[in-house]
């Protein structure tokens, strides 16, 4: 018996398939809550940008490994110089690292640079209105032209968290005695505030390598992505006091001294930069690994990484959700490790899922 098909029933049908074609395509792009199928390159021309933190207006602020200029970032148009670091050593991978802005920026105007001078590295902070004027917030990091650490990030207490690396010299990581091979944890003025681990001391976690990567979830649990050695990089779960086992241990090794990460990658995978979370989520930029690796959170620990835009922009190196709910990731192809295309070093775009 021949079924007779109405117009009413084939529109249904329609709408139905269209609804499958729609639907599906983004839910597979839509890991972690953005759609990677719909990234736009924001701005482009940069030099090796490292650090990435927001304004109040939702403007985005640069800084510039080798040249120490601080950039202000509005997508769509043409970046502007608002200021530049004075007493920034470019070497290697020391320079102008890491930049936050004050969590009362309101009221202070302040913004804060991480950055390797001739003799250390050092913190520093000024206001734009007068960005020649900076004043030294914390200073004696032992540098290197490699494993300077540098990621700077207010924690949602209200403190500044400041990552630092080993400096080339393994013996750092495990002695209390110096800020290299550490997570440092200090008040906006770079004092040593109540509640931390060691008594006197602005260590907060230790066993470090190179730590340039710094988020909290949700629950206000901080995390840590670490560059390794030959073998394994990792995210780490941080926790006040914490040994992470460098360089007894460079990835999972089970020893009860020391903390395990949560992920680990060998480091063609990876070579994590950046680190910011959102919806569950946390997300690295790789920069050997050339992707940013998206990992779900399971309640403190790691389910499965997935890598998204793999080899679509070459190496990346900072990564942020901005005010305005997009995922911010920076290149950093010049930075004599890449291989540049004309538009390098750029701002990628990634808007929220839906």
């Known amino acids: 018996m021949r079924v007779r098909t109405t117009p009413s029933l084939i529109m249904i049908l329609l709408l139905a398939a269209a609804a499958l074609v729609v639907t599906s395509p983004s839910a597979a792009q839509a890991i972690g809550g953005f759609d990677y199928s719909r990234a736009q390159v924001a701005t482009t021309g940069l030099r090796v940008p490292w650090g990435l933190a927001f304004l109040p207006d939702g403007s985005a602020l640069v800084s510039e490994r080798g040249t120490a200029r601080i950039l202000r970032v509005r997508p769509g148009q043409a970046p502007v110089q608002v200021a530049t670091v004075n007493g920034v050593a470019a070497s290697g991978e020391g320079g102008l690292l890491g930049i936050a802005v004050s969590p009362t920026y309101a009221q202070d105007q302040w913004v804060y640079a991480y950055f390797t001078s001739s003799s250390d590295n050092r913190l520093v902070r000024f206001r734009l209105s007068a960005p ?25 207490d209200g403190l500044l968290y400041v990552a630092t690396g080993d400096a080339a010299n393994t013996a750092n990581a495990q002695n209390l005695g110096t800020p290299a091979g550490k997570i440092l944890r200090m008040t906006p003025d770079g004092g040593i505030p109540p509640g931390n681990p060691f008594a006197g001391s602005r260590v907060y976690s230790y066993g470090h390598r190179n730590v340039q990567g710094l988020a909290w979830d949700a629950q206000g649990r901080l995390y840590a992505a670490e560059l390794g050695q030959n073998a394994r990089d990792e995210i780490n779960q941080i926790v006040a006091g914490g040994n992470y086992g460098w360089p007894t241990c460079e990835g999972v090794c089970g020893n009860p001294s020391f903390r395990d990460p949560i992920v680990t990658w060998s480091t063609a995978e990876a070579s994590p930069s950046g680190l910011a979370y959102a919806n569950d989520t946390l997300f690295t930029a790789a920069l050997r690994g050339t992707r940013l690796w998206t990992v779900p959170l399971t309640g403190g620990g790691a389910g499965t990484p997935v890598a998204e835009l793999r080899g679509a922009y070459g190496r990346l190196r900072a990564v942020a959700v901005g005010p305005d709910g997009w995922l911010w990731v920076t290149t950093s192809n010049r930075d004599g490790r890449g291989t540049p295309v004309a538009a390098d070093d750029r701002i990628i775009r990634i808007p929220p899922a839906g």
Do not use: C, E, W
Not at 151 to 156: D, H, Q, S, V, Y
């Open 132 to 156: 020649q004027t900076q004043n030294v917030v914390f200073s004696g990091v032992p540098k290197s032209t490699i494993h300077n650490g540098g990621r700077i990030a207010f924690g949602p």
